[in-house]
């Protein structure tokens, strides 16, 4: 019985001095601990990203995804202080950024495909009658292929073909919305060969000048033409979490664009450019926000700048 008892103290004596040595850790102890952790942590990570850029250099095809939905549903019945007492309005716009690219000692092929589709919808007297407003916003298919083959180590031969147009929907001559279908009116269709400097996996400049540039269409101020093509892309992800995909081209037509039959006055340049940005922030499995914003100039078919932008949720892949 003396024996279990002087165990008991035993234990007793070393939870009090256990105790004593915690309540004698102070805070900043305690963080230096952490950082001491932390800093092995980090360590670790940036092990891991090192081997997995050492992943992303051997051949092989890599393929990323991004969606930005992004949606606005408002309503009043009888609600005096809106403009209109009894109106609805509500969209929803998806726009998606895909890329699918091989690459090994050789050669390459990068494909991409940029698309977007919503819906905006406006009634000003809430009921669906004669005064609601249906627009298909933004309305783009956008698709690419690009074959290089290097001649040195980050330079190559390469050769284009891309092709852009809208989906659904009437089409706009000037500020008149006509019956004809928007799908290959207007639409591009681009081929050509040059050269294509891919200095890092997640950057490539394609500069053709040999390139000719199909416009399709019924607005007469439409015109094909040969001339330069250049595009740059570049994804990756910036850091932990924030994902970049950006895609821009443009091409510049050699010689002027010729006469509109119809009204006799030189055609606008065919030349172009569009600028799409896609910003991805995850926060829980590639699900997050995302920011979707474009630029583009056409002279033949708007002489203006066009821009869109859409806000919403992400799923990065």
């Known amino acids: 019985m003396n024996i279990m008892r002087l165990l008991q103290l035993i234990v007793v004596l070393l939870l009090c001095v256990g105790y ?5 850790m102070t805070v900043d102890d305690l963080k230096a601990k952490q950082a001491e952790k932390q800093a092995a942590a980090d360590a670790l990570l940036g092990e891991v990203a090192d081997l997995q ?15 930005t939905l992004g949606g606005n549903f408002a309503g009043f019945n009888n609600w005096i202080s809106a403009g209109d007492a009894n109106a609805t309005t509500n969209s929803l716009v998806l726009d998606v950024f895909g890329t699918a690219r091989y690459n090994d000692d050789k050669q ?7 698309a977007g589709l919503g819906r905006l919808s406006t009634d000003a007297d809430g009921d669906g009658g004669n005064e609601a407003v249906n627009t298909t916003a933004p309305n783009k298919l956008n698709i690419s292929s690009l074959y290089g083959y290097k001649i040195v180590k980050n330079l190559a031969l390469s050769a284009n073909a891309s092709y852009n147009t809208a989906l659904i929907g009437n089409s706009t001559i000037g500020d008149s919305i006509t019956t004809d279908k928007v799908f290959n009116n207007p639409g591009d ?8 400097w891919t200095p890092t996996p997640d950057f490539f400049l394609m500069v053709h000048p040999l390139n000719y540039h199909w416009k399709f269409g019924k607005n007469p101020d439409f015109a094909s033409a040969a001339g330069a093509k250049i595009k740059a892309g570049y994804t990756r992800e910036l850091i932990k979490g924030v994902s970049w ?3 821009l081209e443009g091409f510049y037509a050699y010689g002027d664009a010729g006469i509109n039959e119809v009204t006799m ?4 340049s065919a030349s172009w450019y569009e600028w799409t940005n ?12 995302g920011l979707t914003y474009g630029i583009r100039r056409a002279d033949s078919e708007i002489q203006k700048t066009q821009t869109r932008y ?3 949720l992400s799923y990065t892949l």
């Open 278 to 289: 896609t910003f991805a922030f995850s926060v829980w499995k590639g699900i997050g926000v």
């Open 310 to 312: 859409n806000v919403g």
């Open 53 to 67: 850029g050492q992943i992303d250099k051997f051949p092989g095809w890599r393929t990323s995804l991004v969606g």
């Open 245 to 247: 995909l950006s895609n």
């Open 108 to 114: 390459f092929l990068y494909n991409d495909l940029i």
């Open 265 to 268: 006055n030189p055609r606008p």
């Open 189 to 196: 269709l681009d081929l050509g060969i040059g050269v294509t």
């Open 20 to 24: 004593t040595q915690a309540q004698d």
